[in-house]
């Protein structure tokens, strides 16, 4: 136990508060970010993070309360619960991280405010106080709720016009347009070069590509080259990708691709020339009322 302005604080209890709040905190910034939730990660990174409140209160070392020590300790947090897969990704984690703990502690402080219990303080940035556990619970409910209903307030928001833009594709001297959806989860790209993928239904590209590759995308990842002509398997073999993918409603699938000359996007008036992409081919149809024929990446907008 702690003592602290005439009042004992339980350890443990301090200890429980802060790993459920720190649990429910970062399993709501999975659920914001689509994430797959391992408890286990959660519940080490959370244990970790009510650790740090603990010492930081008891000022076992005066380190713990700087503010570089509870940046790295938030990327820990969060790189230990969803462990991303790059800097640009990470970054992205912990700034949802953070805006998600600031709502959680508005809820708090809104309910202290509500309560206002007597027997309450604050040090080294941690309240303390014996106010029933049930407080701290609600509040993290509170705000739980108030932040996914947000998020998908805000995603209801965004018209159609948003989801859509107009690309041309200018393959061995022909030019193709068509209309695609903006695909905020279409992060694909060629394993090798590192290239960003836009993905095409294969019959869009029958003026551009023989029809015994467009016909034969199946075989031809499965290594079968018999029903494609000696000429064409000749001049294309070098130029076709293989893309994987876990998407387009399959898991571990794979794509054949191809680079073209450009890519031409445009939204509105705002038009963009890129050179260094790869056209993934679809062999299906991604819509049955053909609302759109490909699907294009936002960090290629």
């Known amino acids: 136990m702690i003592a602290g302005d005439g009042m004992t604080i339980y350890i443990d209890i301090v200890l429980i508060e802060n790993l459920l709040m720190n649990y429910i905190i970062l399993y709501a910034v999975g659920i914001i970010l689509k994430k797959q939730i391992k408890h286990i990660r959660l519940i080490l990174s959370s244990f970790i993070g009510a650790i740090y409140s603990i010492v930081a209160y008891m000022s076992i070392l005066e380190i713990y309360s700087s503010m570089f020590l509870k940046i790295v300790l938030s990327i820990v947090i969060v790189y230990i619960s969803y462990n991303p897969q790059n800097a640009k990704q990470l970054w992205k984690e912990v700034l949802i991280f953070y805006m998600t703990s600031f709502v959680f502690g508005g809820a708090a402080f809104a309910l202290i405010y509500i309560i206002k219990p007597q027997d309450i303080f604050m040090k080294n940035g941690l309240f303390l106080g014996t106010y029933p556990l049930k407080t701290i619970l609600l509040g993290a409910i509170v705000a739980f709720f108030v932040i996914i209903t947000s998020f998908k307030i805000v995603k209801s928001k965004i018209s159609k016009k948003d989801m859509f833009c107009k690309v041309k594709i200018k393959i061995n001297e022909n030019e193709i347009e068509?209309?695609?959806?903006?695909?905020?989860?279409?992060?694909?790209?060629?394993?090798?070069?590192n290239t960003p993928v836009i993905v095409l239904e294969h019959t869009l590209l029958y003026d551009c590509i023989p029809k015994e590759i467009l016909n034969n995308l199946e075989n031809i990842l499965g290594g079968d080259f018999e029903k494609i002509p000696k000429e064409i398997k000749e001049e294309y073999i070098s130029k076709l990708k293989v893309i994987p993918f876990s998407s387009l409603g399959k898991q571990n699938g794979m794509l054949v691709g191809i680079k073209p000359e450009y890519i031409i996007i445009e939204k509105e008036e705002n038009k963009k020339k890129i050179n260094n992409v790869i056209i993934g081919i679809y062999n299906k149809s991604l819509t049955k009322k053909g609302e759109y024929r490909g699907l294009i990446g936002i960090e290629l907008l």
């Open 178 to 193: 068509t209309k695609v959806m903006i695909d905020t989860g279409n992060l694909l790209k060629e394993p090798i070069t």
